[in-house]
């Protein structure tokens, strides 16, 4: 993908129905394993790239995405006070912050000022994509690419078997049924019936609410994403 005049030029054109996301980091590395990372994915279309927080406005307005995946630390303009500006003037878009620190006031306060998640960078490229379009389904439960927590629930104290642990560590990966489903090998009529095992045994009633009893309990061996 060629973009001329630099990091900061706009990519025009692209597939309609697809997620529409902008990057913004200051960094030409990053920005590189950025791309190629949505790139795999033939449902996201990168609409612009910025490499400073006084860029993205302006892209926003000229590209019109779905998500600006944002830096926390931007030349020029933090990514914070850019956080802040989108949610003013464009409440539509989903912010996504990206950030090289764990910080939980920095995760706290992009939470505050209106983020869909919060992604560290050493996350793994290919939960990347997944990741964008949790933030735009507002399905986002923990900060994306730390370390797993200690677990302060085991799941058999909880009642949960190991296939139905699997699927609800599927579950906070963002996958359907259907994909889970392939991923296991079995009927998707049985992911739901475990799923419904599921809920009973944790007393919640949707699988947005299983994910969330599941972070907030430290089950499974792979948390994702953080809520303010």
């Given at each position: 993908?060629?973009h001329p005049g630099g990091v900061a030029s706009v990519i025009k054109g692209g597939v309609m129905g697809r997620l529409k996301v902008l990057i913004a980091d200051?960094?030409?590395?990053?920005?590189?394993?950025?791309?190629?990372?949505?790139?795999?994915?033939?449902?996201?279309?990168?609409?612009?790239?910025?490499?400073?927080?006084?860029?993205?406005?302006?892209?926003?307005?000229?590209?019109?995405?779905?998500?600006?995946?944002?830096?926390?630390?931007?030349?020029?303009?933090?990514?914070?006070?850019?956080?802040?500006?989108?949610?003013?003037?464009?409440?539509?878009?989903?912010?996504?912050?990206?950030?090289?620190?764990?910080?939980?006031?920095?995760?706290?306060?992009?939470?505050?000022?209106?983020?869909?998640?919060?992604?560290?960078?050493?996350?793994?490229?290919?939960?990347?994509?997944?990741?964008?379009?949790?933030?735009?389904?507002?399905?986002?439960?923990?900060?994306?690419?730390?370390?797993?927590?200690?677990?302060?629930?085991?799941?058999?104290?909880?009642?949960?078997?190991?296939?139905?642990?699997?699927?609800?560590?599927?579950?906070?990966?963002?996958?359907?049924?259907?994909?889970?489903?392939?991923?296991?090998?079995v009927a998707e009529e049985t992911v739901k019936f475990h799923l419904t095992k599921i809920y009973r045994k944790l007393d919640v009633g949707n699988r947005t609410?299983?994910?969330?009893?599941?972070?907030?309990?430290?089950?499974?061996?792979?948390?994702?994403?953080?809520?303010?």
């Amino acid at each position: 993908m060629s973009h001329p005049g630099g990091v900061a030029s706009v990519i025009k054109g692209g597939v309609m129905g697809r997620l529409k996301v902008l990057i913004a980091d200051d960094h030409r590395l990053m920005l590189h394993s950025i791309r190629l990372a949505l790139d795999a994915d033939d449902e996201i279309e990168i609409v612009a790239e910025a490499d400073s927080g006084a860029k993205v406005l302006p892209f926003i307005g000229q590209t019109g995405p779905d998500l600006v995946l944002l830096d926390v630390r931007m030349p020029g303009m933090d990514g914070l006070t850019v956080l802040e500006r989108i949610r003013e003037r464009y409440p539509q878009v989903r912010v996504a912050m990206l950030s090289g620190v764990d910080d939980p006031s920095v995760i706290q306060a992009a939470f505050d000022r209106g983020a869909s998640a919060f992604i560290v960078k050493h996350i793994d490229p290919r939960d990347l994509p997944s990741a964008l379009r949790q933030a735009v389904d507002d399905t986002v439960f923990q900060p994306l690419g730390l370390l797993a927590r200690a677990p302060s629930s085991a799941p058999d104290e909880v009642g949960l078997t190991k296939r139905q642990l699997t699927i609800l560590e599927a579950l906070q990966t963002g996958l359907s049924n259907k994909q889970i489903a392939e991923k296991l090998f079995v009927a998707e009529e049985t992911v739901k019936f475990h799923l419904t095992k599921i809920y009973r045994k944790l007393d919640v009633g949707n699988r947005t609410e299983a994910v969330r009893y599941a972070y907030e309990h430290g089950l499974g061996e792979r948390p994702l994403f953080s809520v303010a």
